[in-house]
Protein backbone atom coordinates (compact mmCIF):
# COMPACT_ATOMS: atom_id res chain seq x y z
CA UNK A 1 0.00 0.00 0.00
CA UNK A 2 1.07 3.44 -0.52
CA UNK A 3 1.57 5.71 1.71
CA UNK A 4 0.30 9.39 1.18
CA UNK A 5 1.27 12.38 3.42
CA UNK A 6 -1.92 14.09 4.51
CA UNK A 7 -2.95 16.92 3.26
CA UNK A 8 -2.17 19.26 6.33
CA UNK A 9 1.17 18.12 6.72
CA UNK A 10 1.84 18.18 3.39
CA UNK A 11 1.30 22.16 3.10
CA UNK A 12 2.36 22.79 6.90
CA UNK A 13 4.90 25.68 5.44
CA UNK A 14 2.86 26.91 3.86
CA UNK A 15 0.29 26.71 7.22
CA UNK A 16 2.89 28.19 9.34
CA UNK A 17 3.16 31.27 6.81
CA UNK A 18 -0.47 31.57 7.01
CA UNK A 19 -0.08 31.74 10.64
CA UNK A 20 2.86 33.96 11.10
CA UNK A 21 1.01 36.63 8.95
CA UNK A 22 -2.77 35.89 11.07
CA UNK A 23 -0.83 36.61 14.10
CA UNK A 24 1.00 39.59 13.28
CA UNK A 25 -2.27 41.27 11.60
CA UNK A 26 -3.88 40.55 15.22
CA UNK A 27 -0.90 42.01 16.80
CA UNK A 28 -1.07 45.41 14.65
CA UNK A 29 -4.82 45.45 14.32
CA UNK A 30 -5.89 44.37 17.53
CA UNK A 31 -3.37 45.33 20.21
CA UNK A 32 -5.27 44.63 23.46
CA UNK A 33 -4.69 41.05 22.58
CA UNK A 34 -1.75 41.36 23.86
CA UNK A 35 -3.07 43.30 26.68
CA UNK A 36 -5.44 40.65 27.54
CA UNK A 37 -3.02 37.57 27.07
CA UNK A 38 -0.71 39.37 29.62
CA UNK A 39 -3.13 39.18 32.06
CA UNK A 40 -2.88 35.29 31.51
CA UNK A 41 0.30 35.26 32.76
CA UNK A 42 1.44 33.37 36.11
CA UNK A 43 5.24 34.59 36.68
CA UNK A 44 6.78 34.06 33.40
CA UNK A 45 4.27 30.87 32.15
CA UNK A 46 1.94 31.95 29.87
CA UNK A 47 -1.36 29.57 30.63
CA UNK A 48 -2.80 29.76 27.17
CA UNK A 49 0.27 28.98 25.53
CA UNK A 50 1.25 26.28 28.71
CA UNK A 51 -1.43 24.35 27.26
CA UNK A 52 -0.48 25.06 23.64
CA UNK A 53 2.86 23.65 23.91
CA UNK A 54 1.94 20.13 26.05
CA UNK A 55 -1.26 19.63 24.06
CA UNK A 56 1.19 19.87 20.66
CA UNK A 57 3.73 17.18 22.34
CA UNK A 58 1.17 15.10 23.71
CA UNK A 59 -0.02 13.05 20.18
CA UNK A 60 3.27 12.08 18.97
CA UNK A 61 4.14 10.67 22.82
CA UNK A 62 1.10 8.68 22.87
CA UNK A 63 1.64 7.21 19.31
CA UNK A 64 5.17 5.37 21.01
CA UNK A 65 5.02 1.92 22.03
CA UNK A 66 7.64 2.05 24.64
CA UNK A 67 7.20 -2.23 25.34
CA UNK A 68 8.85 -2.28 22.00
CA UNK A 69 12.32 -0.92 23.52
CA UNK A 70 13.60 -4.21 24.38
CA UNK A 71 13.87 -5.43 20.34
CA UNK A 72 14.98 -2.17 19.02
CA UNK A 73 17.86 -2.83 21.57
CA UNK A 74 19.60 -6.46 20.07
CA UNK A 75 20.48 -4.81 17.50
CA UNK A 76 23.19 -2.95 18.83
CA UNK A 77 24.94 -1.58 15.15
CA UNK A 78 22.31 -0.18 14.15
CA UNK A 79 21.05 1.10 17.33
CA UNK A 80 24.78 2.19 17.91
CA UNK A 81 24.68 3.66 15.03
CA UNK A 82 21.60 5.96 15.38
CA UNK A 83 22.72 7.21 19.12
CA UNK A 84 26.01 8.53 18.12
CA UNK A 85 24.42 9.93 15.33
CA UNK A 86 21.37 11.73 17.02
CA UNK A 87 23.26 12.33 20.25
CA UNK A 88 26.93 13.09 19.26
CA UNK A 89 27.34 13.72 15.11
CA UNK A 90 23.92 15.56 15.23
CA UNK A 91 24.17 18.05 18.28
CA UNK A 92 27.97 18.52 17.32
CA UNK A 93 27.10 19.51 13.75
CA UNK A 94 24.15 21.86 14.53
CA UNK A 95 26.49 23.46 17.22
CA UNK A 96 29.31 24.51 14.55
CA UNK A 97 27.07 25.67 11.87
CA UNK A 98 25.30 28.01 14.70
CA UNK A 99 28.77 29.58 15.28
CA UNK A 100 29.79 29.73 11.79
CA UNK A 101 26.53 31.58 10.69
CA UNK A 102 25.14 32.88 13.72
CA UNK A 103 27.92 33.72 16.31
CA UNK A 104 27.30 38.06 15.70
CA UNK A 105 23.73 37.22 16.62
CA UNK A 106 23.95 35.29 19.91
CA UNK A 107 20.28 34.97 20.44
CA UNK A 108 19.70 33.38 16.71
CA UNK A 109 22.52 31.88 17.55
CA UNK A 110 20.97 29.88 20.93
CA UNK A 111 17.66 29.26 19.53
CA UNK A 112 19.02 26.88 16.64
CA UNK A 113 21.47 25.54 18.90
CA UNK A 114 18.00 24.19 20.88
CA UNK A 115 16.80 22.83 17.78
CA UNK A 116 20.10 20.70 17.05
CA UNK A 117 19.88 19.32 20.70
CA UNK A 118 16.12 18.38 20.35
CA UNK A 119 15.61 15.16 18.38
CA UNK A 120 13.07 13.98 16.40
CA UNK A 121 10.52 12.05 17.79
CA UNK A 122 7.16 13.40 16.27
CA UNK A 123 7.40 13.95 11.75
CA UNK A 124 9.48 11.27 11.46
CA UNK A 125 7.32 8.84 11.47
CA UNK A 126 5.72 10.64 8.54
CA UNK A 127 8.74 10.78 6.51
CA UNK A 128 9.67 7.19 7.21
CA UNK A 129 7.09 5.84 5.81
CA UNK A 130 7.13 7.84 2.74
CA UNK A 131 10.54 6.52 2.07
CA UNK A 132 9.21 3.05 2.57
CA UNK A 133 11.53 2.64 5.96
CA UNK A 134 10.66 -0.11 8.41
CA UNK A 135 7.82 1.64 10.31
CA UNK A 136 8.50 -0.38 13.64
CA UNK A 137 11.97 0.56 13.81
CA UNK A 138 11.25 4.04 13.00
CA UNK A 139 8.73 3.98 16.21
CA UNK A 140 11.39 2.55 18.54
CA UNK A 141 13.58 4.97 17.69
CA UNK A 142 11.45 7.39 18.36
CA UNK A 143 10.84 5.63 21.93
CA UNK A 144 13.80 5.73 23.03
CA UNK A 145 14.96 9.52 22.11
CA UNK A 146 12.02 10.55 23.35
CA UNK A 147 13.44 8.82 27.01
CA UNK A 148 16.76 10.35 26.08
CA UNK A 149 15.46 13.36 25.75
CA UNK A 150 13.74 13.50 29.15
CA UNK A 151 17.17 12.24 30.60
CA UNK A 152 19.80 14.59 28.97
CA UNK A 153 18.42 17.69 26.88
CA UNK A 154 18.73 20.07 30.13
CA UNK A 155 22.42 18.76 30.39
CA UNK A 156 22.77 19.13 26.54
CA UNK A 157 21.86 22.83 26.70
CA UNK A 158 24.01 23.42 29.35
CA UNK A 159 27.04 22.15 28.08
CA UNK A 160 26.66 23.71 24.04
CA UNK A 161 25.39 27.00 25.08
CA UNK A 162 26.89 27.63 28.69
CA UNK A 163 30.11 25.52 28.71
CA UNK A 164 31.39 25.02 25.15
CA UNK A 165 30.94 28.70 23.60
CA UNK A 166 33.10 30.01 26.46
CA UNK A 167 35.73 27.37 26.04
CA UNK A 168 36.10 28.24 22.83
CA UNK A 169 36.79 31.98 23.40
CA UNK A 170 33.42 33.00 21.31
CA UNK A 171 33.11 36.82 23.29
CA UNK A 172 30.11 37.50 21.44
CA UNK A 173 28.11 35.06 22.91
CA UNK A 174 27.30 36.45 26.11
CA UNK A 175 24.09 34.35 27.26
CA UNK A 176 23.76 31.81 29.94
CA UNK A 177 21.06 29.72 30.44
CA UNK A 178 19.98 28.33 33.91
CA UNK A 179 19.94 24.45 33.92
CA UNK A 180 17.60 24.91 36.21
CA UNK A 181 15.36 26.25 34.26
CA UNK A 182 15.86 24.14 31.35
CA UNK A 183 15.12 21.37 33.76
CA UNK A 184 11.57 22.94 34.48
CA UNK A 185 10.44 23.58 31.16
CA UNK A 186 11.68 19.52 30.01
CA UNK A 187 9.59 18.35 32.90
CA UNK A 188 6.65 20.53 31.87
CA UNK A 189 6.43 20.95 28.52
CA UNK A 190 8.09 17.00 27.66
CA UNK A 191 7.34 15.04 31.03
CA UNK A 192 3.98 16.01 31.18
CA UNK A 193 2.87 14.79 27.73
CA UNK A 194 5.13 12.05 27.97
CA UNK A 195 3.37 10.75 30.98
CA UNK A 196 -0.16 11.55 29.49
CA UNK A 197 0.96 9.75 26.39
CA UNK A 198 2.23 6.84 27.79
CA UNK A 199 -0.80 6.24 30.58
CA UNK A 200 -3.26 6.63 27.94
CA UNK A 201 -1.76 4.02 25.87
CA UNK A 202 -1.10 1.81 28.87
CA UNK A 203 -4.98 2.19 30.19
CA UNK A 204 -6.86 2.46 26.30
CA UNK A 205 -5.00 -0.45 24.84
CA UNK A 206 -5.78 -2.53 28.58
CA UNK A 207 -9.77 -1.71 27.82
CA UNK A 208 -10.15 -1.18 24.16
CA UNK A 209 -7.42 -3.23 22.89
CA UNK A 210 -4.59 -2.36 20.72
CA UNK A 211 -5.90 -2.15 17.36
CA UNK A 212 -8.64 0.56 18.73
CA UNK A 213 -6.30 2.30 19.88
CA UNK A 214 -3.96 2.76 16.69
CA UNK A 215 -7.04 2.85 14.19
CA UNK A 216 -9.44 4.92 16.07
CA UNK A 217 -7.44 6.76 18.78
CA UNK A 218 -4.47 7.94 17.51
CA UNK A 219 -6.12 9.43 14.01
CA UNK A 220 -8.21 11.52 16.29
CA UNK A 221 -5.14 13.08 18.38
CA UNK A 222 -2.99 13.54 15.70
CA UNK A 223 -4.35 16.72 14.51
CA UNK A 224 -4.19 18.54 17.35
CA UNK A 225 0.10 18.68 17.41
CA UNK A 226 -0.71 20.80 13.83
CA UNK A 227 -3.59 22.87 15.30
CA UNK A 228 -1.68 23.52 18.90
CA UNK A 229 1.69 24.81 16.89
CA UNK A 230 -0.58 26.83 14.62
CA UNK A 231 -2.35 28.56 17.40
CA UNK A 232 1.11 28.62 19.37
CA UNK A 233 2.25 30.45 16.02
CA UNK A 234 -0.43 33.11 16.00
CA UNK A 235 -0.12 33.71 19.86
CA UNK A 236 3.36 33.83 19.38
CA UNK A 237 3.66 36.99 16.48
CA UNK A 238 0.32 38.49 17.82
CA UNK A 239 2.56 39.53 20.63
CA UNK A 240 5.42 41.11 18.12
CA UNK A 241 3.94 43.14 15.07
CA UNK A 242 6.69 45.07 15.15
CA UNK A 243 9.11 42.19 13.43
CA UNK A 244 7.00 42.23 10.26
CA UNK A 245 9.83 44.38 8.75
CA UNK A 246 12.78 42.28 10.07
CA UNK A 247 10.81 39.27 9.55
CA UNK A 248 12.50 37.93 5.50
CA UNK A 249 15.84 38.33 6.82
CA UNK A 250 15.23 37.01 9.48
CA UNK A 251 13.65 33.40 8.58
CA UNK A 252 16.48 33.43 5.68
CA UNK A 253 19.59 33.89 8.25
CA UNK A 254 18.38 31.08 10.40
CA UNK A 255 17.18 29.15 7.32
CA UNK A 256 20.67 28.63 6.01
CA UNK A 257 22.39 26.87 8.85
CA UNK A 258 19.37 24.18 9.60
CA UNK A 259 19.03 23.83 5.68
CA UNK A 260 22.41 22.60 5.68
CA UNK A 261 22.44 20.41 8.72
CA UNK A 262 18.92 18.70 7.37
CA UNK A 263 20.72 17.92 4.17
CA UNK A 264 24.10 16.90 5.45
CA UNK A 265 22.64 14.71 8.52
CA UNK A 266 20.45 13.02 6.34
CA UNK A 267 23.36 11.62 3.32
CA UNK A 268 25.88 11.47 6.27
CA UNK A 269 23.38 8.84 8.05
CA UNK A 270 22.40 7.51 4.89
CA UNK A 271 26.06 6.88 3.65
CA UNK A 272 27.48 5.17 7.13
CA UNK A 273 24.35 3.16 7.35
CA UNK A 274 25.17 1.88 3.89
CA UNK A 275 29.07 1.43 5.02
CA UNK A 276 28.02 -0.45 8.10
CA UNK A 277 25.36 -3.12 5.47
CA UNK A 278 22.02 -1.79 7.91
CA UNK A 279 19.41 -2.88 5.01
CA UNK A 280 18.03 -0.37 3.63
CA UNK A 281 14.70 -0.19 5.46
CA UNK A 282 16.04 0.44 8.86
CA UNK A 283 18.73 2.86 7.27
CA UNK A 284 15.89 5.23 6.00
CA UNK A 285 14.28 4.96 9.74
CA UNK A 286 17.86 5.57 11.66
CA UNK A 287 18.61 8.46 8.44
CA UNK A 288 15.17 10.09 8.85
CA UNK A 289 15.75 10.25 12.63
CA UNK A 290 19.12 11.69 12.43
CA UNK A 291 18.01 14.37 9.86
CA UNK A 292 14.57 15.30 11.59
CA UNK A 293 14.15 17.84 14.68
CA UNK A 294 11.87 18.22 17.50
CA UNK A 295 10.44 21.46 17.09
CA UNK A 296 8.12 21.89 19.53
CA UNK A 297 10.15 20.83 22.61
CA UNK A 298 12.61 23.49 21.11
CA UNK A 299 9.83 26.15 20.79
CA UNK A 300 8.62 25.19 24.21
CA UNK A 301 11.95 25.69 25.80
CA UNK A 302 13.11 28.68 24.41
CA UNK A 303 9.23 30.36 25.06
CA UNK A 304 9.46 29.18 28.70
CA UNK A 305 13.57 29.94 29.33
CA UNK A 306 13.92 33.14 27.44
CA UNK A 307 9.99 34.42 27.27
CA UNK A 308 8.14 34.29 24.60
CA UNK A 309 9.54 37.58 22.61
CA UNK A 310 12.42 36.13 22.77
CA UNK A 311 14.66 35.63 18.86
CA UNK A 312 14.97 31.89 20.63
CA UNK A 313 11.46 31.47 20.53
CA UNK A 314 11.24 32.90 17.05
CA UNK A 315 13.91 30.62 15.43
CA UNK A 316 11.79 27.34 17.19
CA UNK A 317 9.10 28.51 14.64
CA UNK A 318 11.76 28.91 11.67
CA UNK A 319 12.32 25.10 12.16
CA UNK A 320 9.52 23.70 11.01
CA UNK A 321 9.09 26.46 7.98
CA UNK A 322 12.65 25.04 6.88
CA UNK A 323 12.41 20.98 7.45
CA UNK A 324 9.19 20.05 5.87
CA UNK A 325 9.68 21.37 2.28
CA UNK A 326 13.49 19.69 2.77
CA UNK A 327 12.60 16.52 4.25
CA UNK A 328 9.95 15.89 1.65
CA UNK A 329 12.88 16.57 -1.13
CA UNK A 330 15.15 13.98 1.22
CA UNK A 331 11.85 11.72 0.75
CA UNK A 332 12.39 11.51 -3.27
CA UNK A 333 16.50 11.29 -2.16
CA UNK A 334 16.13 8.29 0.04
CA UNK A 335 13.95 6.48 -2.28
CA UNK A 336 16.64 7.41 -5.55
CA UNK A 337 19.48 5.99 -3.15
CA UNK A 338 17.25 2.53 -2.76
CA UNK A 339 17.21 2.09 -6.22
CA UNK A 340 20.58 3.23 -6.90
CA UNK A 341 22.52 1.08 -3.92
CA UNK A 342 20.20 -1.35 -2.62
Known sequence: M??????????????????MIVGVSIGYFFPQVSRINEGLTIGTT??????????MMYPPLAKVNYSLLPRALKDKKAISASLILNWVIGTVLMFILAVIFLRNDPEYMSGVILIGLARCIA???VWNDLAKGNREYAALLVALNSIFQILTYSFFVWLFINVLPQKL???EFDINVSMKDVTQSVLIYLGIPFLMGFLSRYVLVKIKGENWFNRKYIPVISP???????????????????????LPMDVVKVAVPLSIYFISMFFISFFLCRALKI???????????????????AIAVGIAVFGIHSPQAFVGVIGPLVEVPILILLVKASLWLKKKYY
Open 123 to 125: MVI
Open 224 to 246: ITLYALLLTIVLMFSLKGDMILE
Open 2 to 19: QVKMKFLDRYLTLWIFLA
Open 46 to 55: NIPLAIGLIL
Open 169 to 171: GLA
Open 279 to 297: PYAKNASISFTAAGNNFEL
